[in-house]
């Protein structure tokens, strides 16, 4: 069963920084490409970044480019997030997703969620 697993929201004023983190297990790791979206209140679930199984192509949103970086660390099966010059419009509940195909697309493969939340 796959299992990803969020961390690293929280309360942030704008302008600063949070990183976070979404491990997974190590088979899932290996062969899926991972990525993150977000859902604000009563809005749909957007694309943020996304990077492929390999690690040698990301994409981003146009609204993070520039501010937002998405990297994997293989000797821990995690995904990371840097966030930086984060703005109030950020604010939602961020999802870890994975998927085999690229670009991603989760077919289903969530975690929990993370709440990150910007204050201006």
């Known amino acids: 069963q796959v299992e990803l697993v969020e961390s690293g929201g929280g309360l942030v004023q704008a302008g600063g920084s949070l990183r976070l983190s979404c491990a997974a297990d190590?088979?899932?790791?290996?062969?899926?490409?991972m990525g993150w979206f977000r859902q604000a209140p009563g809005k749909d679930r957007e694309f943020v970044a996304a990077v492929r199984w390999s690690g040698d192509s990301t994409n981003y949103a146009d609204s993070v480019k520039g501010r937002f970086t998405i990297s994997r660390d293989y000797a821990k099966n995690t995904v990371y997030l840097q966030m930086n010059s984060l703005k109030p419009e950020d604010t939602a509940v961020y999802y870890c997703g994975a998927g085999i195909s690229w670009p991603l697309s989760p077919g289903g493969l969530w975690g929990q969620g993370t709440q990150v939340t910007v204050s201006s």
């Open positions: 190590a088979r899932t790791f290996s062969r899926y490409a």
